[in-house]
């Protein structure tokens, strides 16, 4: 829809009728309503990069909790590399003994979710919350227990 209202509106920027006024109002209405096409709750409103550009990336859990308390310690999934061939790497620490996890990964309800597939066979979703080119918030559900993940780009 929002790809029909764009063509639509570089038609009329592009007239030859319009005023100056008319480009600079019509200019300013394309900005506003981008600014409200955000996919993800907490960001980024726009970007240029593609949802895959931002994903793929070699990520590094920053901070994890559980119902809003500190987990990050105890929460085992520490890295993900998510690469543009949908191959992925994945380090979980447990009692800070690696287990290295190769498979696949994949976007999932119109993007709005990470699925994570195992070579072993597991398969973990994430809810997206948010997705820049360094930051990514995920959020998990398990039984009564909402987890927020916050990852950055590895260091």
Known sequence: MAHR??????NLYFSEQNSSLMKHTLLFLIVIALAGCSKYPDGPGVSVLSRKSRMVNHWELETATANGESWTPYFPLKEMELRDDFSQTTTFRTLNVPTILDGK????QKKEHLKLTFDNG???TYRINKLKKDELRLVAFSHD???????????
Request: net charge neutral; proline share 0%; no cysteine.
């Open 5 to 10: 209202w764009l063509i639509m509106a570089k």
């Open 105 to 108: 990964w994949e976007f999932e």
């Open 122 to 124: 597991a398969i973990y």
């Open 145 to 155: 227990t909402t987890y927020t993940l916050n990852y950055i780009t590895y260091r």
